[in-house]
């Protein structure tokens, strides 16, 4: 077998399934195999795996895309129009394709070791991807002025400015300054203390069949909240749970609207919020901390078990510094929570609110007004 | 098993030969870890360890470097770290002092270029790695670099690149042997692309219960092998538990097996459980939420 279009399979093959794999990874990935070739299956498999899969919640495609990159490299068959072909099947995109046979063909002769691109059932195409609409860039603008204020609500790490403050720390320059007055005698000392200003969000989106009217909403928040912040996770879920930070990380509405729609295939399924909240503090539970808020958004409507749910909130509520709870239903007059998710998560909630509050600057002050009281000892950061 | 002094020469290097010498340094480690090693080492490719924290990741650069048996420098990285932690920095006490002494002469060139030399250099671990003129190359850890700004995450890309540091008064320092580079990362914030890009990757995770038995009876001689068991059994329960915060990892199991031997302890039962678990359980919160008694029963249940 030709270890180099062995590597160009693999890379195109995990392409495909849309991991960023690139020509340093591909020429990285050769250099390995000519130091393990010799080695058994076991290291060249490790070799690709630590060349080119570089997220560790990808790695379970690793066995299904060796195999199937060591069938192509090794059929040896005609590169010219069956290469077209599946070109052709690539180009199809969200569509799969399976190689099939062709030696059931009457014509065995002519076709012998010949493959064709043929449809297939394949359990990808039971998942469900949805065309969305175009997002409206006047209410990003208006949603942008309430995430502003959201940044400051929210804020739980000290920023760089400070301000006047009677518990803080002296202010050597401003009590000198305030001594010029008196000839340079000490009446006063000033003191300050820095701004609350930083904030880090991990906000998880409801795509389930229950949230189906706001969809609309929904992508622009996502959009609103990826920009809230320097740091920022997002996650969508319903019956699983799938991160796509690095779908949002662009600033072209069109494209984002693109991506969602094209890559994520959780749209209008079931809700088992607990499970999926589980899943998150089991494999990215370490990328937050106390001083992370946790902002999830969801009717509540729920079909997994209350106590898996309870379980999984009491974790997170303990990682993360502050946890708010974004129900589009609450926006709606005399609302009260009323679904078993809902009344399960709020003890664990610090803030309960509608989903206008993201891009109505009246909704926000009613639910935000004095909901979130300041951590006793702000987080301090080391410049 | 007896440590051999002979460090392993890069001719010699073979993935069994790094897994056996990993183990005579008490370091037990898969054929996947050691491939993804010997890879880097050939490769001259830095290696990204990525994972839980206490399972492994700084104790494979240091014994690395012992098997090499070549010199260790060691960048710990934090919020806030800049090039003057990273790199060099001029020794200005030292300077002034200097200056000082030759207050009488004239000639100020002079002066300055005297000044400006690798004398009065505080060299980094950067610059270290890179002027490093050892027989072997030396292992550089970069640890924790998801604790680091983006940066410096940034900045490392050009380092890692080109092995080289540019010192305005002194010119460019290019390295003789190129480092071999491991970055250690807790995950608590996800490491750009192009750095992953620049990098081997590997990914620890907390070891399957027969690994940990084996990292036990290796690491703390004399140990109960049936408190061994019931060590391990507690461990991967407090790690299977969603609302336990800080989950302990292989460093913590090591140390409650040592608090065991001290305290001449047989096995577990009540007293000692609760008397220890603070070697396991790091936060006040998940003591807390802990009952003793019903963990005592499932590790009964388990036998």
């Given at each position: 077998?030709?270890?180099?279009?062995?590597?160009?399979?693999?890379?195109?093959?995990?392409?495909?399934?849309?991991?960023?794999?690139?020509?340093?990874?591909?020429?990285?990935?050769?250099?390995?195999?000519?130091?393990?070739?010799?080695?058994?299956?076991?290291?060249?498999?490790?070799?690709?795996?630590?060349?080119?899969?570089?997220?560790?919640?990808?790695?379970?495609?690793?066995?299904?895309?060796?195999?199937?990159?060591?069938?192509?490299?090794?059929?040896?068959?005609?590169?010219?129009?069956?290469?077209?072909?599946?070109?052709?099947?690539?180009?199809?995109?969200?569509?799969?394709?399976?190689?099939?046979?062709?030696?059931?063909?009457?014509?065995?002769?002519?076709?012998?070791?010949?493959?064709?691109?043929?449809?297939?059932?394949?359990?990808?195409?039971?998942?469900?991807?949805?065309?969305?609409?175009?997002?409206?860039?006047?209410?990003?603008?208006?949603?942008?002025?309430?995430?502003?204020?959201?940044?400051?609500?929210?804020?739980?790490?000290?920023?760089?400015?400070?301000?006047?403050?009677?518990?803080?720390?002296?202010?050597?320059?401003?009590?000198?300054?305030?001594?010029?007055?008196?000839?340079?005698?000490?009446?006063?000392?000033?003191?300050?203390?820095?701004?609350?200003?930083?904030?880090?969000?991990?906000?998880?989106?409801?795509?389930?069949?229950?949230?189906?009217?706001?969809?609309?909403?929904?992508?622009?928040?996502?959009?609103?909240?990826?920009?809230?912040?320097?740091?920022?996770?997002?996650?969508?879920?319903?019956?699983?749970?799938?991160?796509?930070?690095?779908?949002?990380?662009?600033?072209?509405?069109?494209?984002?609207?693109?991506?969602?729609?094209?890559?994520?295939?959780?749209?209008?399924?079931?809700?088992?919020?607990?499970?999926?909240?589980?899943?998150?503090?089991?494999?990215?539970?370490?990328?937050?901390?106390?001083?992370?808020?946790?902002?999830?958004?969801?009717?509540?409507?729920?079909?997994?078990?209350?106590?898996?749910?309870?379980?999984?909130?009491?974790?997170?509520?303990?990682?993360?510094?502050?946890?708010?709870?974004?129900?589009?239903?609450?926006?709606?007059?005399?609302?009260?929570?009323?679904?078993?998710?809902?009344?399960?998560?709020?003890?664990?909630?610090?803030?309960?609110?509608?989903?206008?509050?993201?891009?109505?600057?009246?909704?926000?002050?009613?639910?935000?007004?004095?909901?979130?009281?300041?951590?006793?000892?702000?987080?301090?950061?080391?410049? | 098993?007896?440590?051999?002094?002979?460090?392993?020469?890069?001719?010699?290097?073979?993935?069994?030969?790094?897994?056996?010498?990993?183990?005579?340094?008490?370091?037990?480690?898969?054929?996947?870890?050691?491939?993804?090693?010997?890879?880097?080492?050939?490769?001259?490719?830095?290696?990204?360890?990525?994972?839980?924290?206490?399972?492994?990741?700084?104790?494979?650069?240091?014994?690395?470097?012992?098997?090499?048996?070549?010199?260790?420098?060691?960048?710990?990285?934090?919020?806030?770290?800049?090039?003057?932690?990273?790199?060099?920095?001029?020794?200005?006490?030292?300077?002034?002092?200097?200056i000082k002494m030759l207050e009488t002469r004239k000639d100020v060139h002079e002066i300055e270029s005297e000044i400006f030399s690798e004398r009065f250099l505080l060299k980094r671990p950067l610059l270290k790695a890179v002027m490093y003129d050892g027989p072997m190359p030396p292992v550089l850890l970069i640890d924790e670099i998801d604790r680091a700004d983006e940066e410096f995450e940034g900045f490392l890309l050009?380092?890692?690149?080109?092995?080289?540091?540019?010192?305005?008064?002194?010119?460019?320092?290019?390295?003789?042997?190129?480092?071999?580079?491991?970055?250690?990362?807790?995950?608590?914030?996800?490491?750009?692309?192009?750095?992953?890009?620049?990098?081997?990757?590997?990914?620890?995770?907390?070891?399957?219960?027969?690994?940990?038995?084996?990292?036990?009876?290796?690491?703390?001689?004399?140990?109960?092998?049936?408190?061994?068991?019931?060590?391990?059994?507690?461990?991967?329960?407090?790690?299977?538990?969603?609302?336990?915060?800080?989950?302990?990892?292989?460093?913590?199991?090591?140390?409650?097996?040592?608090?065991?031997?001290?305290?001449?302890?047989?096995?577990?039962?009540?007293?000692?459980?609760?008397?220890?678990?603070?070697?396991?359980?790091?936060?006040?919160?998940?003591?807390?939420?802990?009952?003793?008694?019903?963990?005592?029963?499932?590790?009964?249940?388990?036998?």
């Amino acid at each position: 077998m030709d270890a180099y279009r062995f590597v160009v399979e693999v890379a195109n093959l995990l392409r495909e399934r849309q991991l960023k794999v690139g020509v340093s990874e591909s020429l990285d990935a050769c250099q390995a195999l000519c130091y393990v070739g010799s080695y058994g299956l076991p290291e060249i498999k490790t070799a690709i795996k630590v060349t080119m899969l570089k997220d560790p919640s990808k790695f379970y495609l690793l066995d299904e895309v060796f195999q199937q990159a060591i069938a192509e490299a090794s059929s040896g068959r005609d590169e010219g129009e069956e290469g077209d072909q599946r070109g052709e099947g690539r180009d199809r995109g969200a569509q799969s394709y399976s190689t099939v046979s062709a030696a059931k063909d009457q014509n065995r002769d002519q076709q012998h070791d010949r493959t064709v691109d043929a449809f297939m059932y394949s359990p990808m195409e039971t998942l469900h991807k949805r065309s969305l609409r175009p997002i409206d860039p006047l209410r990003v603008r208006t949603g942008r002025r309430v995430m502003r204020r959201m940044k400051r609500r929210l804020a739980l790490l000290e920023g760089r400015r400070y301000r006047r403050s009677t518990k803080g720390e002296l202010d050597f320059p401003k009590t000198m300054r305030s001594a010029l007055g008196t000839a340079a005698e000490l009446m006063e000392l000033k003191k300050s203390s820095r701004i609350l200003a930083r904030l880090r969000v991990v906000a998880f989106f409801d795509i389930s069949g229950s949230m189906d009217t706001y969809t609309e909403w929904i992508v622009r928040a996502m959009y609103l909240i990826k920009r809230l912040s320097r740091r920022v996770e997002v996650f969508a879920f319903s019956t699983r749970l799938l991160r796509i930070t690095d779908l949002l990380e662009t600033t072209n509405l069109d494209e984002i609207r693109k991506r969602l729609s094209e890559r994520i295939d959780l749209w209008g399924s079931g809700t088992r919020i607990g499970s999926c909240l589980r899943t998150f503090l089991e494999r990215y539970g370490t990328l937050v901390d106390r001083s992370w808020v946790a902002i999830i958004i969801s009717d509540g409507w729920d079909t997994g078990e209350p106590e898996v749910l309870r379980e999984s909130l009491e974790g997170l509520k303990v990682r993360v510094g502050k946890l708010v709870w974004l129900n589009p239903h609450a926006d709606k007059p005399n609302f009260k929570p009323m679904t078993v998710g809902m009344l399960t998560a709020l003890p664990y909630v610090d803030v309960f609110a509608g989903a206008s509050t993201l891009e109505d600057m009246s909704s926000f002050i009613r639910f935000f007004g004095k909901s979130i009281k300041p951590l006793k000892s702000p987080i301090k950061p080391v410049f | 098993m007896a440590a051999s002094n002979r460090p392993l020469s890069l001719q010699d290097l073979t993935i069994e030969s790094l897994i056996k010498a990993l183990e005579e340094r008490l370091y037990v480690a898969d054929r996947e870890l050691a491939t993804a090693l010997f890879l880097a080492i050939q490769m001259r490719k830095p290696l990204l360890i990525e994972g839980e924290p206490g399972c492994g990741k700084t104790e494979v650069a240091k014994v690395l470097a012992e098997i090499l048996g070549t010199t260790l420098i060691r960048l710990q990285c934090y919020e806030g770290l800049d090039a003057s932690d990273a790199i060099y920095e001029w020794d200005y006490p030292r300077q002034l002092l200097y200056i000082k002494m030759l207050e009488t002469r004239k000639d100020v060139h002079e002066i300055e270029s005297e000044i400006f030399s690798e004398r009065f250099l505080l060299k980094r671990p950067l610059l270290k790695a890179v002027m490093y003129d050892g027989p072997m190359p030396p292992v550089l850890l970069i640890d924790e670099i998801d604790r680091a700004d983006e940066e410096f995450e940034g900045f490392l890309l050009e380092f890692l690149a080109e092995y080289q540091v540019t010192i305005p008064e002194i010119g460019t320092v290019r390295t003789k042997t190129e480092p071999i580079v491991i970055l250690t990362s807790n995950r608590t914030r996800e490491i750009g692309d192009g750095l992953k890009r620049r990098c081997l990757y590997y990914y620890v995770t907390y070891p399957p219960r027969d690994k940990e038995l084996r990292i036990l009876k290796l690491k703390v001689k004399g140990l109960n092998e049936t408190l061994a068991e019931q060590l391990v059994n507690v461990v991967n329960m407090l790690r299977s538990r969603p609302d336990i915060m800080k989950k302990p990892g292989i460093s913590e199991t090591l140390d409650w097996a040592n608090a065991m031997m001290r305290v001449g302890a047989k096995e577990l039962n009540k007293d000692v459980l609760r008397s220890t678990l603070i070697c396991v359980i790091k936060s006040q919160d998940d003591l807390m939420r802990l009952d003793v008694d019903s963990l005592l029963s499932t590790l009964s249940r388990m036998g």
